[in-house]
């Protein structure tokens, strides 16, 4: 169970949503006399938590920690408290427009170190402290996952949909990435091969044979490569990757089932695989024929 504290607009709220996105159960703002009850609820559903308590809550320092201490066995949880230079958090709540949340904040400045001084008894309880002033959200929310992660447990993994389409009936409209197959030789022409999909073992011997598919793949990968990492580093929590072609039949299925079959040899991530025109939606393990070979 984690215990979120810290300074308003520090940027305890991104913390609350990377647990969100890491599957943690997160409450902001609780009533403190609400605390026991909470951890009780939590231990029973035997689902990591996390509870953010600060001066919101109307209740001094000392008597929030004060509950945590009467509430909290110390192997059961940890604290991680959130600050930020006095001027950053001036600057951020001109920014946003919003009272700083202690009563009477006639003077911003006045209120942002009237709450540093209130919450020092629990800054010092607390097992991390994260000055958010200089870090984008991304990079806040990763120091967040290394402060609960155990050494060797996954880190933040997105969700990964290969897309297979017809540009006469549109792009899809959640592609993040679309690559144009039309260039290809198309298989529609051969005459025992129109009836067929990219998925049959006809088709896919004749693109094999075809040099440009080859290189097209290549230069694919390489760009796969190279982005994976900034997703991940950005957070990204869905990615699409679309192949399109005339028919959505040969080529774009082709290209489908080849890259959801690399991506997940590569232990990027087990990718769903849905062919538009085809009306088939799968994630499934990849299939022999459909290994990308690294050239």
């Known amino acids: 169970m984690l215990l979120i504290s810290g300074l308003s ?3 305890k709220s991104t913390v609350l949503h990377a647990l969100e996105d890491a599957g943690f159960f997160c409450t902001d703002n609780l009533p403190l006399e609400m605390l026991q009850d909470w951890a009780a609820s939590m231990q029973g559903r035997r689902q990591p938590a996390a509870v953010c308590l600060d001066a919101r809550c109307g209740f001094t320092a000392k008597a929030i920690r004060a509950a945590i201490e009467d509430v909290c066995m ?9 600050e930020a230079e006095d001027d950053v958090l001036q600057r951020r709540f001109s920014t946003v427009r919003r009272r700083h ?3 009477d904040s006639h003077d911003l400045m006045a209120s942002i170190r009237q ?3 209130s919450l020092m008894p629990i800054r010092s309880m607390a097992d991390l402290i994260l000055d958010s002033s200089y870090l984008t959200p991304y990079e806040l ?5 290394s402060f609960w992660r155990k050494p060797g447990q996954e880190q ?3 969700s990964c949909t290969v897309i297979s389409f017809s540009y006469k009936h549109g792009l899809p409209a959640n592609a993040d990435t679309v690559f144009d197959m039309r260039f290809l030789p198309n298989p529609h022409y051969e005459p025992e091969l129109a009836e067929l999909t990219g998925r049959d073992a006809s088709v896919i011997s004749f693109l094999q044979s075809c040099e440009e598919v080859g290189q097209a793949e290549i230069h694919i990968r390489q760009w796969l490569t190279f982005i994976w990492p900034h997703l991940k580093q950005e957070r990204k929590q869905y990615f699409t990757l679309a192949f399109g072609c005339s028919g959505g039949r ?24 849905q062919h538009r025109e085809l009306g088939i939606t799968q994630r499934r393990l990849a299939e022999k024929h459909a290994v990308v070979a690294e050239t």
């Not at 929310?141 to 996952?145: G, H, L, R, S, T």
């Not at 290209?255 to 991530?269: D, L, T």
């Open 9 to 11: 607009g520090a940027g």
């Open 74 to 82: 110390p192997d059961d949880w940890q604290l991680l408290f959130v």
């Open 101 to 103: 949340p202690l009563p």
């Open 115 to 117: 709450e540093r001084e």
């Open 141 to 145: 929310a990763e120091k967040v996952d």
């Open 156 to 158: 933040h993994r997105l």
């Open 250 to 273: 040969h080529r774009s299925v082709y290209m489908a089932e080849r890259f959801a079959a690399w991506i997940q040899q590569q232990g990027m991530v087990e990718p769903a695989i």
